[in-house]
């Protein structure tokens, strides 16, 4: 069985004899920045070897936007240039007048300077975006006060046109190695970035309508993208993150069903009748709103976290909803850090005892290094991570 079949079996749920192995995010037959880095060399050949790849293209993430930006020359032209241009806000730029300035600081950091004018005034940002760190820092949100939402709202839409040339070369090369994969925000995942976190949640709480108001202009959006993209790939994992900003305590259970559940129920929807396979991207405690995911019915959930990050053991996890969803995950990132090689094989031994039973299950860790150099220890609990996948899977 191949790689790719491993693993849509595994998504649709059926029982097979092995267990799906993967760092994820880390695609060793991609040309990105980490095949150019000699810190990551061995780890690659290893994954080539031992892994069931997903080939992601991050589509609209704020940690990646700026970042891919800066480093343009380093990645992979699928994940540089994922579904092509997504202009402002997933609209097309047409008939909108905004800036990007870019300056190279000490240190050879860089920042981003972004300006959109709207009707109801200007937008201003900053982001930074450091050396040999695969991520991008908010220096200053665009919404820096309520009344910075109406010139959101106020900006025009036209529609995308999208350039999936990438992709298909991309789907093309990997062939039977793995699935192909879109990361994109749900309207929480899009708005979220526009603030400060904690302001975010001050506003949720002060004008839930202007919240909720930005919530709807983000979900037509990115229905409209997601039906597009959609109708042109199958078998493709359409990872959507976001629902993780107000998981509780962060807010109240019944936020999650305003914010979340009532427009990713429909993005879910969207992705699956177009032949996709829908992921729900979310960290930390799943207790609070498991019955809200159920409602969602995606057909993937990850990296479901073990306590005290999660609050539900994988046996509690597979026993309530494992029937439905396919679970990946509950290996911490931080644990392949800091433990011992022998700390690392137990974990994942318990980890595929626990999630193997009936299928459904993909082991894979919480996060991937997004730094250079990795680190030798870090380097050495990956590649434990990988044989001791295939030894107990």
Known sequence: MTSRELIIKTINLEKTETVPVTLYWLNPFARGWESRDPS?????????????????????????????????EKQDPFVYNGIGNLGIFFSSTDGIKYEVKKT????????????????????????????????????EPLIKDIKDVEKILSLPY???????????????????????????????????????YSEF????????????????????????????????????????????YITPPMLPPEYFDQFVTRYDTKLVRLIQESGNFACIHCHGKLKPILKAIMKMKPDMLEPIEPPPHGDLTLLELKERIGSE????????????????????????????????????YI????STPIISPLPKKTEENLIQFLKSGRKYG
Request: hydrophobic share 40%.
């Open 40 to 72: 990551y060399s061995r780890l690659l050949e290893f994954a080539r070897e031992y892994q069931d790849t997903f080939a992601f293209a991050p589509i609209g993430d704020p940690n990646f936007t700026y970042y891919l930006e800066a480093t343009k």
């Open 104 to 139: 190279v600081k000490e240190r050879n950091n860089i920042l981003f300077e972004t300006t959109i004018e709207t009707s109801k005034g200007i937008l201003h940002s900053i982001d930074r975006v450091d050396k040999d760190v695969a991520t991008t820092w908010q220096m």
């Open 158 to 196: 036209v529609p995308l046109k999208l350039d999936l040339s990438q992709f298909l070369t991309a789907e093309k090369e990997l062939g039977d190695k793995g699935i192909m994969g879109l990361s994109m925000p749900d309207p929480l995942g899009a708005v979220v970035p526009l603030f400060n």
């Open 201 to 244: 949640l001050i506003q949720s709480f002060t004008n839930r309508t202007k919240i909720l108001n930005l919530l709807g202009f983000f979900y037509e959006r990115l229905y409209q993208l997601i039906k597009c993209v959609s109708e042109e790939v199958k078998e493709t994992v359409f990872r959507v993150f976001g629902p993780e």
């Open 325 to 360: 969803i396919c679970l990946m995950g509950y290996i911490e990132f931080s644990d392949l850090e800091f433990c011992s090689i022998k700390e690392v094989d137990k974990k994942v031994k318990k980890a595929i005892e626990d999630g193997s039973s009936e299928g459904g």
């Open 363 to 366: 082991l894979l860790p919480s």
